[in-house]
């Protein structure tokens, strides 16, 4: 079966994956959960959504603005969540079955996994102290 689409070079989907990124984090456990079950878990796409929710992630942590201590003291969880679950079973599943079976894609995923996770815990905890100390 022959296709009319011209042939893509093997770096450019990763081009289009960092433009896109941002446009569809809503749903970001489910693409990156789709990228690694259904696509093969091609390693520069799988580190771009990563990357692309964390970079997120950072940048509302850090524009959460000044009236933040009022709104904690007010009871309001100010906290946003990261876009990824980190903690996702399908994604460990598939991660620690592939390392099992001597894939370097399991071992790299559960790495991103472990290092994204530890990011939002300790953006986590960072804001919480900060927060204590301004309503304290």
Same mark, same amino acid.
């Given at each position: 079966m022959s296709s009319n689409l011209p042939e893509v070079d093997?770096?450019?989907?990763?081009?289009?994956?960092?433009l896109l990124a941002p446009?569809?984090?809503g749903d970001a456990t489910?693409?990156?959960? !789709? !990228?690694?079950?259904?696509?093969?878990?091609?390693?520069?796409?799988?580190?771009?959504?990563?990357?692309t929710a964390l970079s997120q992630f950072d940048y509302k942590m850090d524009g959460l603005g000044d009236d933040r201590a009022?709104?904690?003291?007010?009871?309001?969880?100010?906290?946003?969540?990261?876009?990824?679950?980190?903690?996702?079973?399908?994604? @460990? !599943?598939w991660g620690n079955a592939a390392k099992k079976r001597g894939d370097p894609k399991g071992s790299m995923l559960l790495k991103l996994?472990?290092?994204?996770? @530890?990011v939002v815990r300790t953006q986590h905890k960072e804001m919480t102290?900060?927060?204590?100390?301004?309503?304290s």
């Open positions: 093997e770096y450019e989907h990763v081009e289009v994956v960092d446009y569809t984090l489910k693409i990156l959960r !789709a !990228a690694v079950l259904d696509h093969g878990c091609d390693k520069d796409i799988v580190q771009t959504l990563v990357q009022e709104r904690m003291m007010d009871g309001e969880d100010m906290t946003p969540p990261c876009k990824i679950d980190f903690k996702g079973k399908q994604l @460990r !599943a996994m472990n290092d994204g996770g @530890r102290l900060m927060w204590e100390d301004l309503i």
